[in-house]
């Protein structure tokens, strides 16, 4: 008996998931041919558990787990590099923003804690200043890790540089800051509980 051809859906279980996930992020990710462009300028590349074109590739096949249970979205450090790079003008950059996004969605944290860590000290003082406060971001970071004396050397250079004020530069638009914050926590709630 003449065997039949396989589906596409038994070739690769990915496809489907892949077209969802490129309307989810946004851009046609199946223009990426693996140029490697994006991976050779990224400045954050070899800390990273999957390299950005990698991430591109993983999200074509539809294997967006594999992507969000990575370190590599919480390394980026949105520097554009990566989006300027692309000649299929992927916005890579973007996608990593959505892809941090989906995973507090999903309630999937970063492997290495620290990296989680750092990321809520970094929103916590957004949300109090409208700005990033240095001195108190890398305080809260440092004790949270136990790593106070660790980084206290650098810390005091870093001061007597001028480069860590001990007093806060609020933005004039704090509150209109905070209530984006308080949005987005509501929306996520709703997420979660529809
Ligand atoms: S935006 Fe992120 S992924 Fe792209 S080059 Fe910069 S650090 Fe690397
Ligand atoms: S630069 Fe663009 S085309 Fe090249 S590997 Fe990266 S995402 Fe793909």
């Known amino acids: 008996?003449?065997?039949?051809?396989?589906?596409?859906?038994?070739?690769?279980?990915?496809?489907?998931?892949?077209?969802?996930?490129?309307?989810?992020?946004?851009?046609?990710?199946?223009?990426?041919?693996?140029?490697?462009?994006?991976?050779?300028?990224?400045?954050?590349?070899?800390?990273?558990?999957?390299?950005?074109?990698?991430?591109?590739?993983?999200?074509?096949?539809?294997?967006?787990?594999r992507v969000l249970e990575s370190d590599s979205i919480w390394l980026c450090a949105g520097c554009l590099t990566c989006s300027t790079r692309c000649p299929n003008e992927i916005d890579i950059a973007h996608i990593m923003d959505k892809l941090r996004q989906e995973a507090v969605a999903r309630g999937i944290k970063p492997g290495n804690e620290k990296i989680a860590s750092f990321h809520k000290a970094f929103l916590k003082s957004v949300k109090r200043h409208g700005r990033s406060f240095e001195s108190g971001l890398l305080a809260a970071y440092a004790i949270k890790n136990g790593e106070l004396m660790k980084n206290m050397g650098l810390g005091m250079t870093m001061f007597f540089k001028g480069k860590m004020p001990i007093i806060p530069k609020n933005v004039s638009g704090r509150k209109a800051i905070r209530k984006m914050f308080e949005n987005y926590q509501r929306k996520l709630a709703e997420k979660k509980g529809s």
């Not at 039949?4 to 309307?23: F, K, N, T």
């Not at 990710?29 to 591109?56: R, V, Y």
């Open 1 to 65: 008996m003449e065997k039949e051809d396989a589906s596409v859906e038994e070739i690769s279980p990915g496809l489907e998931a892949a077209s969802e996930v490129q309307e989810r992020l946004g851009g046609d990710l199946t223009a990426c041919f693996q140029c490697l462009k994006c991976t050779s300028g990224c400045p954050m590349a070899d800390h990273m558990d999957l390299m950005p074109a990698e991430i591109i590739r993983l999200l074509q096949l539809g294997q967006i787990h």
